[in-house]
């Protein structure tokens, strides 16, 4: 981790991949020959594992809820870097101006801003000692993959993937706390299967009642922002699937419905199954 912290002290302003790894060629971890197909990670006790995974998938289909539960269960921490550009943007530093016209439009950020708020994060963790994490959006173009894959040794990438047809209404029901930052959804989703391809409910994830008065949308969850964002994901991101599935490292999961049929399917895909019956018992 320390690598990518000292990737920014020492990168140019405009970091290309080619400059971060000549800076770093020393370090750089060694990565698994490509394969044709990934194989699920091993049954280890996750102590043992190196958990330093990525999360992929379209705006809407659930990454931060996923990633965010599975760090609590693991003990890592759940670094979004749509996270750091909201606090950002919340702090009104210098930047702010800058991001909230970027942002609101449902464009990128460049990867020399989004480089520097992830390494100031990991190297704030680095100092609490933290350990390990989960990376939730971040990288988002080859450039930004390729300068990751320079520094750090990705161990595992979950692609989550969802129906077109619910990514929308999902960013459209969503609702955050202002006081407790949660994440929750309004959008009730009942798609019908058709032509032999499954239907999909998915029930809303209604907040507590103390949490009720206290919902905000985000500002770039409106309908012709969501659909920008879905536009430039699958024109900058999706080609990062084939980047780590020729390296043996993507994990593809298809998510079935809600959070009630997913998360056990999930961890069934990730050999976590029974981790988390025994922490269950455990509590
Ligand atoms: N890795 C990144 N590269 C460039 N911009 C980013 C990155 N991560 C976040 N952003 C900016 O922050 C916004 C919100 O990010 P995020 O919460 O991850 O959105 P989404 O719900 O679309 O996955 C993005 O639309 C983009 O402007």
């Not at 080859?142 to 969802?162: F, H, M, P, S």
Request: aromatic content about 6%; glycine content about 8%; overall charge neutral.
């Amino acid at each position: 981790m320390a690598a990518i912290t000292r990737l920014v002290k020492r990168a140019s302003p405009s970091i290309s991949s080619t400059a971060a790894r000549s800076l770093f060629c020393s370090e750089s971890s060694s990565h698994a020959p490509p394969q044709e197909h990934f194989h699920a990670p091993p049954r280890k006790d996750p102590k043992d594992r190196n958990v330093q995974w990525v999360f992929l998938g379209c705006p809407g289909v659930g990454k931060g809820t996923y990633a965010s539960r599975l760090c609590n269960l693991l003990g890592v921490p759940h670094i979004a870097t749509g996270d750091l550009v909201r606090h950002e943007l919340a702090s009104k530093g210098p930047l702010s101006s800058q991001l909230s016209e970027i942002v609101n439009q449902g464009k990128l950020v460049s990867d020399d801003i989004i480089i520097r708020l992830l390494s100031k994060r990991l190297a704030d963790g680095e100092s609490k000692g933290e350990s390990g994490f989960i990376l939730d959006g971040f990288p988002r173009t080859i450039n930004q993959a390729e300068i990751l894959e320079g520094v750090i040794d990705i161990d595992l990438v979950v692609n989550l993937k969802l129906q077109e047809e619910a990514l929308l209404a999902k960013c459209l029901g969503r609702r955050i706390c202002n006081q407790c930052g949660g994440n929750f959804n309004v959008a009730s989703i009942d798609i019908k299967g058709e032509n032999g391809s499954p239907g999909m409910f998915m029930a809303p994830l209604l907040p507590p009642a103390n949490c009720m008065s206290k919902l905000i949308t985000r500002a770039d969850d409106t309908e012709d922002v969501v659909k920008e964002r879905l536009r430039i994901y699958n024109e900058t991101t999706q080609p990062l699937e084939e980047f780590y599935r020729s390296r043996g490292k993507l994990l593809e999961f298809n998510l079935p419905g809600g959070i009630p049929e997913s998360w056990p399917k999930l961890l069934q895909a990730l050999n976590l199954d029974d981790y988390d019956e025994k922490r269950s018992a455990a509590a």
